[in-house]
């Protein structure tokens, strides 16, 4: 099975830059967020639907990056 669809963007959540990788893999769609800084895979959803993956994993990267404490240097 080869990916289609395939789409990387780069957006910001509560301040930490994220890479969303999407594409469709079969029937499903499937989004995975990391954090660009250490390369962290944050979630992989896979969903019927592309906004419904994307929007899932959006929510569990910023739930995630939430609880991440910022330290001054």
């Known amino acids: 099975m080869q990916p289609q669809h395939f789409q990387e963007l780069r957006i910001e959540i509560d301040g930490w830059p994220v890479k969303l990788t999407k594409y469709r893999l079969g029937e499903n769609y499937i989004c995975q967020a990391d954090n660009v800084s250490p390369g962290a ?18 929510a569990k990267a910023r739930h995630l990056l939430g609880k991440t404490q910022r330290r001054e240097i």
């Open 41 to 58: 895979t944050l979630a992989r959803i896979s969903a019927p639907t592309a906004e419904e993956a994307e929007a899932q994993a959006v």
